[in-house]
């Protein structure tokens, strides 16, 4: 796997990351904690999840001892979990600009949410959290949906590759 192509789709999260981010800035503290049916239970919970993962992605590439999963212990505020969201979004793509090439295949070890450690190759972890992430912006979107947003727009990364090249 090139540095090019893993840039390329740090670079599209990093890109759908703001779009979803930005609908969060415009619904209500009310919409942001209503009870939704859905995988998490709040548009607020799936945002938290989202934020979680990326960031805690960056902490097993630094190899952070105790590495801590922010969904359980998150109690801020919108406004902070954004902040928080947009400096792991960032810090995905800077770690994988500064990761050096010949080291994709490096095993990275973790630590799984439901228990036990697994390893896998740093290439591998970047598709995961990337394709983890859209996954979850999907789920977004249903969740914003069932809380009466309507100001939503595309965030494939067809449209990410069309929006670039205008």
Same mark, same amino acid.
């Given at each position: 796997?090139?540095?090019?192509?893993?840039?390329?789709?740090?670079?599209?999260?990093?890109?759908?990351?703001?779009?979803? !981010?930005?609908?969060?800035?415009?619904?209500?503290?009310?919409?942001?904690?209503?009870?939704?049916?859905?995988?998490?239970?709040?548009?607020?919970?799936?945002?938290? @999840?989202?934020?979680?993962?990326?960031?805690?992605? !960056?902490?097993?590439? @630094?190899?952070?001892?105790? +590495?801590?999963?922010?969904?359980?212990? %998150?109690?801020?505020?919108?406004?902070?979990?954004?902040?928080?969201?947009?400096?792991? $979004?960032?810090?995905?793509?800077? %770690?994988?600009?500064?990761?050096?090439?010949?080291?994709?295949?490096? +095993?990275?070890?973790?630590?799984? +949410?439901?228990?036990?450690?697994?390893?896998?190759?740093?290439?591998?972890?970047?598709? @995961?959290?990337?394709? @983890?992430?859209?996954?979850?912006?999907?789920?977004?979107?249903?969740?914003?949906?069932?809380?009466?947003?309507?100001?939503?727009? $595309?965030?494939?990364?067809?449209?990410?590759?069309?929006?670039?090249?205008?």
């Amino acid at each position: 796997m090139h540095q090019q192509f893993l840039l390329a789709i740090a670079g599209y999260n990093v890109w759908a990351n703001s779009i979803a !981010i930005e609908w969060l800035r415009q619904i209500s503290d009310e919409q942001w904690q209503q009870v939704i049916t859905s995988s998490f239970p709040s548009v607020r919970q799936t945002a938290v @999840h989202i934020a979680s993962a990326e960031s805690v992605w !960056i902490d097993f590439w @630094h190899h952070v001892p105790d +590495p801590v999963y922010l969904s359980t212990v %998150f109690t801020g505020t919108k406004e902070e979990l954004i902040t928080i969201w947009e400096k792991a $979004s960032a810090g995905l793509k800077q %770690f994988i600009e500064n990761f050096a090439e010949e080291d994709y295949q490096r +095993p990275v070890v973790f630590k799984w +949410p439901g228990g036990g450690t697994v390893q896998m190759e740093f290439s591998q972890t970047c598709v @995961h959290v990337f394709n @983890h992430s859209t996954y979850h912006r999907g789920q977004l979107v249903n969740a914003l949906r069932q809380v009466g947003f309507t100001g939503l727009c $595309s965030t494939d990364m067809a449209t990410y590759y069309r929006v670039r090249q205008a």
